[in-house]
């Protein structure tokens, strides 16, 4: 018996238009070697990618995959493989968040982000990516909090949160 035993997402948000990385685990529980084993992998249930595997018994193998999402939202990611008298464990699926950009906050003594603040150098640095095209792109959304706002405000809406001088902060 052949069993998809895991599958998951390398990052816990994918970028639109970006690589996303995906590994998966195929564990044969029997005593023969299945070789040229179909898995598939699909995503919002359309056929993304097929690899051939050779899984000896009381083995598992981890594949690797790379796909990328052009809209944003929900994503219904799925690994297959052929059925046979168990058809229960031959699928293992889940959902992924493709987002436009990470939200980041910068969170400062004041909101001043003047040239030559520390605020300032941390806000170009996340402006300053690129595409392997060299084309900029804005995979981070960037807002800044003085030190008093956050206590008032929800972080979890933020993917990554950045102190600017924290010995400084009130």
């Known amino acids: 018996n052949l069993s998809i035993i ?3 997402c390398h990052y816990q948000k994918v970028l639109v ?3 996303a990385s995906f590994s998966s685990v ?3 529980s029997g005593g023969s070697l299945k070789s040229q084993t179909a898995i598939d992998l699909l995503v919002d249930g359309n056929l993304i ?3 051939s595997v050779e899984v000896p018994p009381g083995e598992a193998i981890t594949t690797l995959w790379q796909t990328q999402f052009s809209t944003p939202g929900q ?3 799925e690994v297959r493989i052929e059925d046979d008298r168990l058809r229960l464990d031959n699928q293992r699926m889940l959902y992924v968040t493709a987002v436009d950009n990470h939200r980041i906050a910068i969170v400062a003594n004041s909101l001043d982000t003047h040239a030559g603040s520390t605020a300032y150098f941390i806000q170009k640095a996340l402006a300053s990516g690129s595409n392997p095209n060299g084309v900029k792109t804005d995979q981070f959304k960037v807002e800044f909090l003085s030190s008093t706002m956050i ?3 929800d ?3 933020f993917d ?3 102190l600017c001088d924290p010995c400084l902060l009130d």
């Open 6 to 8: 895991d599958l998951r």
């Open 17 to 19: 238009g970006r690589m």
């Open 26 to 28: 195929v564990r044969n």
């Open 49 to 51: 990618s097929s690899q």
């Open 75 to 77: 994503h219904l990611v």
């Open 151 to 153: 206590a008032e405000r």
């Open 155 to 157: 972080l979890n809406c």
């Open 160 to 162: 990554g949160i950045v």
